[in-house]
């Protein structure tokens, strides 16, 4: 077992148009325009949460996603930071604490992650690591036979019985994934057996990507996908 948990989730310029291109392909892939992380000890203590804004350098934010997160460049301007040293910064925390990666749809952000590693010519730094995903485990509970799996907002609103103060927020969602996950984990929804026992397909191959099914699931969570 890990002795550190990472919760992590990004917000993004939008999605990317081909999802088996490389990450070095020209204008396929988005930008991330927040990326926010919390680690968690063994005891489910926080040690450490990073929150961060990047710098829009030339990108287009896509309409369709702004609406959903509301951050627009007039915000990134003023908030923005350079994104090199925000990716060394995680890449240190993956480093330092070793930790169990968990994201709601985390393989949205491992790949965007690759991504402006990729672009900052830093190597992958998810080699040895383990991932969780709550979107997966949210398949448990769906009522609703169109769907196969929960956005986070209503993941947590069926576990805590309340709607989340705030989502589509990178921050916010990492936060409400690490409670859901503890809540799970505290009520023997999911045991450790299971955690690691979870399987995930996002792999890097070669110069092109091999992705899971997931992607055709994206599409109907999120109206916005870029085909």
């Not at 627009?72 to 995680?90: A, C, H, Q």
């Not at 969780?132 to 019985?161: E, G, P, Q, R, W």
Request: proline content about 4%; aromatic content about 14%; hydrophobic content about 40%.
């Amino acid at each position: 077992m890990h002795d550190y948990f990472l919760f992590i989730d990004t917000e993004t310029s939008g999605l990317p148009k081909n999802w088996r291109a490389p990450y070095s392909k020209e204008n396929n892939w988005p930008h991330i325009l927040q990326i926010a992380w919390i680690i968690f000890d063994s005891n489910y203590v926080e040690v450490k949460r990073e929150n961060h804004y990047i710098e829009n350098n030339g990108f287009t934010i896509d309409k369709a996603a702004q609406k959903i997160h509301n951050i627009t460049n007039e915000f990134l301007k003023i908030n923005g930071e350079p994104i090199d040293p925000v990716m060394r910064s995680f890449r240190d925390d993956m480093n330092q604490f070793n930790p169990l990666v968990i994201g709601h749809f985390i393989e949205l952000d491992f790949h965007m992650v690759n991504v402006e590693l990729c672009r900052l010519g830093i190597e992958s730094i998810f080699g040895s690591s383990t991932f969780y995903c709550t979107m997966k485990t949210s398949a448990d509970y769906v009522t609703n036979s169109i769907i196969s799996h929960l956005k986070l907002d209503k993941f947590y609103t069926i576990l805590f019985n309340e709607e989340p103060a705030e989502n589509h927020n990178a921050l916010a969602d990492a936060l409400n994934t690490s409670k859901i996950f503890f809540h799970l984990l505290q009520d023997k929804k999911i045991s450790l057996t299971s955690i690691y026992n979870q399987e995930h397909t996002f792999i890097k191959v070669s110069d092109g990507l091999e992705i899971s099914p997931f992607k055709r699931i994206l599409q109907r969570l999120f109206p916005w996908t870029i085909s």
